[in-house]
T-cell receptor, first 112, second 114 residues
Framework: QKEVEQDPGPLSVPEGAIVSLNCTYSNSAFQYFMWYRQYSRKGPELLMYTYSSGNKEDGRFTAQVDKSSKYISLFIRDSQPSDSATYLCAMNWNSGNTPLVFGKGTRLSVIA | GAGVSQSPSNKVTEKGKDVELRCDPISGHTALYWYRQSLGQGLEFLIYFQGNSAPDKSGLPSDRFSAERTGGSVSTLTIQRTQQEDSAVYLC????????????FGNGTRLTVT
């Protein structure tokens, strides 16, 4: 079993839809959870960062962490064509500069 | 300000040749990471530098892979005797020390081994 599982998609939605992206993980020691967005032929960029369980909202984006279920989600409201990208979840288990463990990424297309 | 810069952006090489990939991190970022991204495989950790030392080399796939960092800045990833399975995008990221410091990625070097 991989440490972090993420459905690769592709996921295609109409403009304005609510998008739900998810990851599951096996290591209960993970405490720091991130979502990165990667446009084609670009490097990933940090979108959301959460510590432990709970929700975090930033504009149209909401990140949720459920540590009891080892499950994290990213919701995108009022999705736009510019949201079309690959979304990668990432996590690690302490506060130092330890390497992040990434999911494989979900490719999202928002159709106008 | 300038972000993480990687060169070359694309590299095509013949099987068996050596290649060098370069990463210029953001000024002041003491932590530097190399990841490999293959189609359908996600980001695979290769090596991490804190300053010039590499406390974690656990992800290097074989002894054909090596990396160094000089002056706490530029890093070079070297692949010797390249194989077709080395074809991938090699991504470099840098960050400030500390738990709340995000990784800043470059746009990668796309390596194709023919």
């Amino acid at each position: 079993q991989k440490e972090v599982e993420q459905d690769p998609g592709p996921l295609s939605v109409p403009e304005g839809a609510i998008v739900s992206l998810n990851c599951t993980y096996s290591n209960s020691a993970f405490q720091y959870f991130m979502w990165y967005r990667q446009y084609s032929r670009k490097g990933p960029e940090l979108l959301m960062y959460t510590y432990s369980s709970g929700n975090k909202e930033d504009g149209r984006f909401t990140a949720q962490v459920d540590k009891s279920s080892k499950y994290i989600s990213l919701f995108i409201r009022d999705s736009q064509p510019s949201d079309s990208a690959t979304y990668l979840c990432a996590m690690n288990w302490n506060s130092g500069n330890t390497p992040l463990v990434f999911g494989k990424g979900t490719r999202l297309s928002v159709i106008a | 300000g300038a972000g993480v810069s990687q060169s070359p952006s694309n590299k095509v090489t013949e099987k068996g040749k050596d290649v060098e990939l370069r990463c210029d991190p953001i000024s002041g970022h003491t932590a530097l990471y190399w990841y490999r991204q293959s189609l359908g495989q996600g980001l695979e950790f290769l090596i991490y530098f804190q300053g010039n030392s590499a406390p974690d080399k656990s992800g290097l796939p074989s002894d054909r892979f090596s990396a160094e960092r000089t002056g706490g800045s530029v890093s070079t990833l070297t692949i010797q005797r390249t194989q077709q399975e080395d074809s991938a995008v090699y991504l470099c990221a840098s960050s400030l020390p500390g738990y709340n410091s995000p990784l800043h990625f470059g746009n990668g070097t796309r390596l194709t081994v023919t």
